[in-house]
């Protein structure tokens, strides 16, 4: 009998500890800005439970939701020392599990780490397509959708060894920085690899890697002098997700009471976000119907909700020593808790940033979206969000190489119209500057293979203000067009990247001739950027296109460079008095891209279609 009894109080206690089947954030770190901390905490009816802890963190609050399965229990940090602490679950005034909770120590100067800027370059990966470094991890028990690199939406075995395996070519192409599309688990049965639809927020997919294996990443990198960049999703997570399957609270995701599971597609209309005279059922449709059918869209006035991904994407930050972050759909988010989301991470990290993806075809309103806009003050708006994407240059650079006669509005002067409504951004230097992303056609696809626009195009991405950031891929002339054949056309596969692969386009013997005209052109000017404080930080002064010739000067009380760039498919010359107020008493300088000196006296002839970087 007393056997009986003690094996009985042995599986009771068993069941409640499997009871606590998890507490979010995992651990902690000792001495934030913020001391205030939100554990969550999920098990069976585990809201039946007193809960405490042993040692002196003092409980501020607990939250108990509709749903048993959950705790929220606030806690206050300061001057909680790193360490090993005790948290306790109690019945009846008898402690029935105890569960260990670690606070650990953060890095120096962690609160101080400085962000990407505008003197880096940023690279885009596709993690999935990048390169093969560690096949054990291709497919995983646990995640259904296994690898097919057959299958161009499928699973390829990408992952975060290849990354590593490959940070000296990016270092040698000039990159600075990386900036890799989600890592984080998307258990979707299918088309999983772009890992936009998330099941579990404090963990990297298995099939990419480890949370390890990523922090070892950002150690790799920093020993390189370059920055990683996460790509973090707060409009909406994956429908596999744990917590999407045993809901917090009713209100944790916009469910819509016509839609099938709670389903209903966004408008897309993000200018309701803003526009004064918008109905309340327009802005909710966009700003609460769901960004696709497996992609549930989280209400982020939810404080709960709210506090959830704050934490969460600081846990990201200290645990993998994170140098920024890239923010999908920012303005399909809530703009009041997105705004606070931002500004507690900003107020944690005062010289981080922090890049929203705002896909608008007007600077006015992507510019409501940048901190301390006055678009934004009209409205008494302020986003606390440090860079925003430069889309009207994107869609200026994908058909203005193509209109050889400028006319009125066309050509060269996409790009100078561009420019001339950069008095709408607060931070004209943080603004990311790209030809191509991960969601847009390969710019080598729409052009053709044409090694000459290509120059023209990263001549203008590399010398404008902004943080420029490159697709990975381009600088080898990577095609793919997503009208034809998908997505995963304009995400294929970097060659050599797979051990099994017939050429490796990662080595100087592996490219094609090709190839070489692409990266060499990619290599030089990439890198002569890195050293150039005038291009990353100065001021610019830009002159009308004529002739569909654009020229303009990147200044500051030290350095000036002369871009000019000749979309006009026939050889132009210059008079160049019209400069005369930049070029001053200067009679000569050096092309970068040619490596010859050019004389500046009178005249300026340039080949068709190509362009000149020169340096006084």
């Known amino acids: ?78 001057n909680v020392a790193p360490g090993i602490y005790e948290l306790q679950f109690s019945k009846n005034k008898k402690i029935r599990v105890k569960k260990s909770y670690e606070f650990k120590e953060r890095r120096e100067n962690s609160a101080l780490r400085k962000g990407f800027d505008s003197s880096d370059l940023i690279y885009l990966i596709m993690p999935d397509r990048f390169a093969n470094g560690n096949p054990d991890n291709d497919s995983t028990e646990d995640t259904v959708e296994k690898v097919n690199r ?46 936009y639809a998330q099941s579990d927020y404090y963990k990297i997919d298995p099939r990419f890697g480890t949370n390890e294996d990523y922090k070892r990443l950002a150690s790799e990198m920093h020993k390189r002098d370059m920055k ?29 009471e016509n839609g099938e599971q709670g389903f209903q597609r966004s408008s897309y209309r993000m200018t309701t976000q803003f526009d004064s005279n918008a109905s309340e059922a327009d802005k909710e449709a966009c700003m609460n119907g769901w960004f696709d059918t497996t992609m549930p ?7 709960l909700v709210l506090k959830y991904m704050i934490q969460n994407a600081i846990w ?12 999908d759909t920012y303005s399909y ?17 005062p010289n981080f940033n922090i890049a929203g993806e705002v896909w608008m075809n007007s600077q006015a309103q992507m510019a409501f979206w940048q901190k301390d806009s006055k678009i934004g003050a009209i409205e008494n708006y302020n986003s606390h969000l440090p860079t925003v994407m430069d889309f009207t240059l994107h869609s200026a650079m994908m058909v203005m190489f193509a209109e050889d006669d400028q ?22 230097n943080n603004l990311f500057v790209f030809a191509a992303n991960h969601d847009t056609n390969r710019i080598n696809d729409i052009y053709g293979s044409n090694l000459n626009i290509y120059k023209m195009m990263m001549t203008l991405v590399a010398t404008v203000r902004g943080i420029p950031q490159v697709y990975y891929g381009d600088e080898l002339g990577m095609l793919g067009n997503k009208d034809l054949k998908g997505d995963g056309d304009i995400r294929r596969d970097f060659p050599g990247g797979w051990k099994d692969d017939p050429m490796n386009a990662f080595t100087a013997e592996g490219r094609t001739a090709e ?22 930080s100065g001021k610019t002064m830009q002159f009308v296109p004529e002739n569909n010739v654009y020229v303009y000067f990147r200044y500051d009380a030290n350095d000036k460079v002369m871009v000019v760039i000749n979309n006009n498919p026939e050889v132009q010359t210059l008079d160049l008095k019209r400069f005369k107020e930049m070029i001053k008493t200067a009679t000569s300088g050096t092309d970068i891209i040619s490596e010859k000196q050019i004389a500046l006296e009178n005249t300026l002839t340039i080949d068709g279609k190509t362009s000149m970087i020169i340096e006084f």
């Open 1 to 78: 009998m007393k056997n009986f009894v003690s094996i009985l109080i042995l599986l009771l206690s068993m069941t409640i500890f499997s009871q606590v089947e998890k507490i979010e954030p995992p651990f902690w770190f000792a001495g934030m800005h913020h001391p205030e901390l939100q554990l969550m905490v999920y098990g069976k009816d585990i809201a039946q439970y007193d809960v405490a802890f042993s040692n002196t963190i003092q409980i501020t609050d607990i939250i108990k939701t509709e749903n048993p399965n959950y705790l929220f229990i606030n806690i206050n940090t300061e």
């Open 150 to 195: 057959k299958e161009l939406s499928g699973r390829h075995g990408g992952d975060i060894q290849g990354i590593i395996d490959h940070l000296d070519y990016l270092d040698e192409l000039g990159v600075t920085a990386i900036w890799s599309t989600p890592l984080l688990e998307d258990n979707e049965p299918i088309y999983s690899y772009h890992t």
């Open 228 to 256: 990683l960049i996460m790509d973090y999703v707060t409009n909406h997570w994956g429908s596999k997700h744990w917590m999407i399957q045993d809901l917090p609270t009713k209100d944790w995701i916009h469910k819509w």
């Open 297 to 303: 869209d989280v209400n982020q006035k939810n404080p």
């Open 316 to 327: 990201w930050i200290e645990f993998a020593d994170l140098d920024g972050l890239r923010v």
């Open 333 to 349: 988010n809530d703009k009041e808790g997105i705004a606070k989301w931002t500004k507690a991470i900003m107020d944690e990290y």
């Open 407 to 428: 006319q009125w509005d066309k050509g060269m002067l996409r790009a100078y119209e561009n420019f001339t409504n950069d008095f709408l951004y607060p931070d004209i």
């Open 515 to 536: 190839q070489a005209g692409f990266f060499e052109f990619s290599r030089k000017i990439f890198n002569w950027r890195k050293s150039k404080s005038v291009i990353q």
